[in-house]
């Protein structure tokens, strides 16, 4: 059964559709990277999920429960980061976390202790006084120190420093060898990079790529630089050949991945001197869809 | 002058996101005072009527006290009289919450740091806050002339009642400017700013109601100023000067702090708190009290302390009454002197349980102040149902009005009781009225709770609902509104203290106020959070 499990959502607010059609399966297990700019519907999917917002049409189960009927008991089960953490001014961030750990069900102090470390972060301080970067540490230790199935993170590293970015990092890690779900909305790139076993794309309320990187990578295109030796003018010819570039005898490209083998075929004979391959980036895949998008749209 | 760079636009955005509160204020405190001045014209036409009811405020220190001394029986001396300090009070109110929204609690959340990086100079918010602030109080100033004037008054009496209101304006927004400079959060700088402007109320108050002895309180009271400035009554334009001086030291202060700490710092720095939640802190309920305790506090005290001065008051009843046979055959009518003296708590109730339902109003929107900083969602995302939330907030609108009633009538008929000696009986009596008055507290308490639930982007309609009970209930005898208008507001249902108390309007209020409650818990449970 899935932890997640999301098809023909539709969300409208007013005359904007937010979420047109979305499907979205998060395995057990699984981190799984929600990849989208602002506004695409990251967020307005989880708080659908939350039980914040009902939607309009179609299904949407969280472990295997109704997000909107069953919210309360669902929750106990789930830690939630937002993506705009504020903080009660009056509240030190010890309280808070505590707080929120106890509403949730309790919290697992030895990890709150660990944490705190971790993150460093003072529990002391009021709520007002925290920057943007400790009151999201506030966030993350409240999330990370309890024992839940699920974590659902909106843009959890936003504020942080490189430093503290890491040492998220390393908390997802751990938190997958423990068989914890994780769903990490996210416009950072690299971190889902590093952390995701499995990615969906979302763009204007709708998923337009999902599947783990490498299959997401086999659909997509691989840039190709080669000097050779002769005339490169033969692979222009090709089909499934993007973005040909040609400098005398340097050749640069992109080609489809399931025309990789007949593009190296047609290299062959022309003397390859130098040959670089390297398959797209996350953030080539993202651009990709989004400036295809643009200019379709 | 780089510390004032980009003022002009500061202004101009203040304005833009005030224009409706503001127009409202504005409208308020000029409409009340010229209609207040209308009335007196219908309904005291000639010299003889008023004589005899400023002979009757005279003999009243507790009129006295409540809205300042009469000085001059003509329609611009009532009309001072009855709308001038009692306004002066909002005019404050209106500095100092305009203020500490414009300084303060921008840099609270954060605003004020986007500003600072763009060409704004450091004096800027400030100065721009205090522009639109003064402003403000300058544009009734001249609203307040032309509409008083334009009424028929003296011109030199409306310069002097709209100027006090001005000088009024630029003292508390000197107040606002400086409290903001004190604390970190804007509620605790909004906290002493109100506090100070109840203090001086109540300074005058204290100042008014001893005739010649205590004068010298009222001097300290930049609100017991106006009746100073005797607007119609011999004018003393000298008193003036006093709101202008203080004014400047205030801002003066105000910016000298202000130019020596960091953006977002306070003159006291926080303190450091405890590093885990006290065990009380672990369910909804345990987090409402903790941000509603300090204003639980606040208010009780500060409705206790009213209670005390009407209470003090009540004595001056019976003494107006044995110097006025005339008075006394009209008292006599309406039930004798134990019902005048219960018609006068009836009064100070009513007027106690509005302010009461303002504090239950605030207490319910406190949902609303949790869902814009998305902080409800945070909370609703642990196994905490909706219905769960709701209450954790509500049942301070619900339950606190019966402890703020309760406490301010006690001490209010004890300290009216110790003074005729017989603290048990009286303290029965006005705790009784006071009770009274809860279904009409409680039907605010489910107007807020309706309008969060099923309209939360209308919930400040809130704040409208009880200023037309204001309105209605202070102002609509002597402005002759028709008495359906009257019996909009809940108020006016409740009954009078005394034996034969008729509980059917009673009932009526508390079934109203629970469909209220339940239309406005269905309605959040089943809608979409913002």
């Not at chain 1, 981190?31 to 939607?55: D, E, Q, Y």
């Not at chain 1, 089960?77 to 903080?87: H, I």
């Not at chain 2, 833009?16 to 509160?21: D, G, I, K, T």
């Not at chain 2, 001059?72 to 009692?86: H, M, V, Y």
Request: net charge neutral; aromatic share 6%; with cysteine.
């Amino acid at each position: 059964m899935s932890a997640i499990s999301i098809s023909g959502l539709v969300k409208n607010f007013g005359h904007v559709r937010a979420l047109d059609e979305l499907d979205l399966e998060v395995a057990p297990g699984e981190v799984h990277g929600f990849l989208g700019p602002n506004g695409a519907g990251k967020t307005t999917t989880i708080r659908v999920l939350l039980g914040l917002i009902r939607h309009d049409a179609g299904t949407a189960s969280l472990l295997g429960g109704d997000p909107w009927t069953e919210a309360t008991e669902l929750h106990r089960r789930l830690a939630y980061v937002p993506g705009d953490v504020t903080l009660w001014p009056k509240l030190t961030g010890g309280e808070v976390i505590d707080l929120l750990g106890r509403l949730r069900g309790g919290l697992d102090e030895t990890k709150k202790a660990r944490l705190l470390e971790r993150f460093d972060l003072d529990p002391t301080k009021k709520g007002r006084t925290y920057s943007k970067g400790n009151r999201q540490k506030v966030a993350l230790v409240a999330a990370l120190s309890s024992d839940v199935e699920l974590l659902i993170l909106d843009e959890p590293t936003a504020g942080l420093d490189p430093l503290m970015e890491a040492e998220f990092r390393k908390c997802i890690e751990e938190d997958r060898a423990t068989g914890r779900t994780v769903l990490l909305a996210s416009h950072i790139l690299a971190e889902v990079e590093a952390l995701c076993d499995r990615v969906s794309i979302v763009r204007k309320g709708k998923i337009v790529e999902s599947g783990t990187l490498s299959e997401l990578r086999h659909l997509t295109r691989t840039t190709i630089r080669a000097e050779l030796s002769y005339d490169p003018s033969p692979v222009a010819a090709l089909s499934g050949v993007h973005d040909l570039r040609l400098h005398d005898h340097k050749v640069e490209f992109e080609v489809d991945s399931d025309r990789l083998d007949e593009v190296v075929r047609t290299l062959a004979p022309l003397g390859v001197r130098s040959l670089v391959s390297h398959p797209p980036t996350l953030e080539e895949l993202f651009l990709r869809h989004y400036e295809d998008g643009e200019v379709r749209a | 002058m780089t510390t004032l760079a980009g003022t002009g636009r500061l202004i101009r955005l203040i304005l833009r996101r005030e224009r409706l509160r503001l127009a409202i204020w504005v409208a308020v405190l000029v409409v009340v005072p010229v209609f207040t001045a209308t009335a007196f014209i219908d309904l005291y036409p000639d010299p003889s009527s008023r004589e005899a009811l400023a002979a009757t405020v005279a003999s009243s220190p507790a009129l006295t006290a409540l809205l300042g001394p009469l000085y001059d029986p003509s329609i611009g001396g009532l009309t001072a009289w009855r709308a001038g300090t009692l306004g002066a009070f909002f005019v404050a109110l209106m500095a100092i919450l305009t203020m500490i929204r414009h300084t303060r609690e921008e840099e609270e959340t954060g605003r004020r740091e986007l500003l600072g990086a763009t060409v704004v100079g450091r004096h800027a918010p400030m100065v721009a806050a205090l522009t639109v602030t003064i402003g403000t109080g300058v544009l009734v100033a001249g609203l307040l002339i032309a509409g008083l004037a334009g009424v028929g008054l003296p011109l030199a009496g409306s310069c002097a009642f709209g100027l006090g209101y001005a000088g009024v304006a630029a003292v508390f927004a000197g107040v606002g400017a400086v409290a903001a400079q004190l604390t970190e959060a804007s509620s605790t700088a909004r906290g002493i700013g109100v506090g100070i402007a109840g203090v001086t109320f109540l300074l005058r108050m204290a100042g008014d109601s001893g005739g010649e002895a205590t004068e010298w309180l009222a001097w300290l009271s930049p609100i017991g100023w106006f009746s100073r400035l005797r607007p119609f009554a011999g004018e003393q334009w000298w008193v003036l000067l006093l709101w202008l001086g203080l004014s400047a030291v205030l801002i003066t202060t105000a910016a000298l702090v202000a130019s020596r700490r960091d953006v977002g710092a306070g003159a006291f720095p926080p303190r450091p708190g405890p590093a885990g939640a006290a065990p009380g802190l672990s369910s909804p309920l345990g987090l409402a009290w903790r941000l509603h305790r300090g204003s639980v506090l606040g208010w009780t005290i500060g409705l206790a302390v009213l209670g005390a001065v009407y209470g003090a008051a009540g004595d001056s009843i019976q003494g107006m009454l044995e110097g006025n046979p005339q008075l006394q055959e009209i008292f006599e009518q309406m039930g004798g002197a134990q019902g005048l003296t219960d018609t006068f708590f009836s009064a100070v109730v009513g007027i106690i349980a509005l302010i009461t339902a303002a504090y239950a109003i605030r207490a319910v929107l406190r949902l609303n102040v949790e869902e814009e900083a998305m902080r409800a969602e945070w909370v609703l995302a642990t196994a905490t149902p909706r219905s769960r939330f709701a209450w954790s907030h509500l049942i301070f609108g619900l339950a606190i009005p019966v402890l703020i009633l309760a406490v301010a009538g006690l001490v209010a008929g004890a300290t009216y009781g110790a003074i005729v000696g017989d603290v048990a009986d009286q303290a029965v009596r006005v705790l009784g009225a006071a009770m009274l008055q809860l279904p009409a507290v409680w039907i605010l308490t489910g107007t807020a709770m309706a309008l969060y639930g099923l309209a939360p982007e209308r919930v400040s309609l809130s704040w409208g609902v009880l200023v037309a009970c204001l309105i209605l209930g202070q102002l609509g005898q002597i402005l002759r509104f028709p008495q359906w208008s009257l019996n909009l507001s809940p108020f006016t249902h409740i009954p009078v203290f005394g034996d034969d108390i008729d509980v059917m309007p009673l009932a009526v209020l508390l079934v109203v106020a629970g469909f209220l409650i339940a239309a406005g818990l269905v309605g959040f449970r089943r809608r979409d959070m913002t």
